[in-house]
């Protein structure tokens, strides 16, 4: 009979996939369900994608891939780090995975021992400290306060830092808060992982070009190029090109570690759709121009919904400065009942009282390590998130003490 696996056993199912699961239940029973649980763009694959996968098959490219990638996308992916990063990298410095979640699933995999501990910092994308303890690694959380801007503070980090700490985890622009580090803050984290000479920086980029009101993405790499043998960066085709199907992430770093996650995938996927790549290099090569339009749309669609949010008594809505989320604080609203008499105990009974009561997913904060918050995803569209905020706003009216 089957059993999982002691390290399978103790895992939580992420919130993010538990509660997209109980809004399609809801949607095929009939209910008229708006979905901003998920952080899927609502835009299509660039047309250049759907032609270079074409290409590829047209081309007799159907046979096993290389495990690191084929040298085309390897190509592409180290003029997007001179194009979009300024940074000179190696092809040997670069590999292509399933995903950005496969890259960091090779990392962690190739590196963490029972027991070697990962600094996160919260509000943190779920599947950092799942990934990491599927590995026998240890979450070190560290809350970022709302007043910094959900940004880490280097005091923190220095002292969550311990003999056993193996990795630092940067994901900015941020899942969930849009938070976005600016110079200063990454001169000060240099400073403290220069006394660290232990610690890796694993730096989540993947909503690199999602940025507002005139701000850009810096990488720690711009900042502390001295720092290159300890830094890997994690990016990918997902976000900004809308290509979430096609699973193509790519991981940038110091040539041991990456060997490593190479071998750890040529145990695992082996290497990448060919399709799925040939597609990846047409998007990457194409003028940057599409991804900005879609960018300024996200920008608009902020707008829309946090100005919606704010208007709406009893929640806090930090403006997002990056990727596609707002992340409204509920505290006020915590304790009390919804209209249908469920007790909103925490942002979890919120986010579920929601759904089944006005029928809008979102996520609880508490699943990304930080309540009473929820995350809505603004990849939607303009009418979905009105309509969304209008019942969100009806369902915090309709609380009572
Ligand atoms: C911060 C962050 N990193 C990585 C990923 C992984 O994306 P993918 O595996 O689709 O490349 C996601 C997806 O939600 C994310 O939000």
């Known amino acids: 009979m089957f059993r ?15 509660m997209a699961a109980r809004a399609r239940e809801l949607k095929a029973q009939g209910k008229p369900v708006i979905s901003l649980a998920l952080g899927q763009p609502d835009f299509p694959s660039p047309a250049a994608a759907l032609d270079g996968a074409v290409a590829e098959v047209k081309a007799g490219h159907t046979g096993y891939p290389p495990i690191p990638g084929q040298k085309p996308l390897l190509e592409a992916v180290a003029g997007k780090f001179r194009r979009d990063n300024g940074l000179d990298v190696s092809l040997d410095q670069l590999m292509v995975c399933n995903g950005g979640k496969q890259a960091i699933f090779n990392a962690f995999m190739a590196s963490l021992d029972d027991g070697d501990e990962v600094i996160v910092p919260a509000p943190y994308w779920v599947s950092y400290p799942l990934i990491a303890r599927m590995f026998g690694g240890v979450p070190v959380e560290i809350a970022c306060r709302e007043e910094d801007g959900f940004r880490p503070q280097a005091e923190a980090i220095r002292k969550a830092i311990t003999p056993r700490t193996r990795w630092l985890v940067l994901n900015f622009p941020n899942n969930p808060t849009g938070a ?9 984290i240099a400073a403290v992982l220069r006394e660290a000479p232990h610690v890796m920086v694993m730096s989540d980029e993947i909503y690199e070009h999602l940025t507002f009101d005139g701000r850009h993405h810096l990488s720690l790499l711009n900042v502390a190029p ?7 960066i994690i990016n990918g085709m997902s976000k900004a090109y809308a290509m979430t199907g096609w699973r193509v992430g790519f991981a940038c770093g110091p040539v041991p570690l990456i060997r490593a996650m190479i071998k750890v995938q040529g145990n695992t996927t082996s290497g990448i759709c060919t399709l799925a790549q040939g597609g990846s290099v047409a998007a990457l090569k194409e003028d940057i121009a599409g991804v900005q339009a879609m960018r300024e749309t996200y920008e608009r669609r902020r707008g829309l919904v946090v100005d919606a949010l704010r208007r709406i008594e009893g929640l806090s809505c930090a403006l997002p400065q990056g990727a596609f989320y707002a992340y409204p604080g509920l505290s006020a609203l915590i304790g009390r009942k919804s209209a249908g008499g469920r007790l909103l105990s925490d942002d979890v009974a919120f986010a579920e ?14 699943a990304f390590g930080y309540g009473p918050h929820l995350r809505l995803s603004f990849a939607a569209s303009d009418e979905e998130l009105e309509e969304a905020c209008r019942r969100l706003a009806g369902f915090v009216q309709g609380i009572t003490d």
């Open 353 to 366: 009282a929601l759904l089944e009561e006005a029928h809008v997913a979102t996520v609880p904060g508490s």
């Open 226 to 232: 001295d720092l290159a043998d300890r830094i890997l």
């Open 180 to 188: 976005i580090l600016e110079r200063d803050d990454l001169e000060a």
């Open 4 to 18: 999982p696996s002691r390290r399978l056993a103790t895992l939580p199912t992420p919130a993010t996939i538990a």
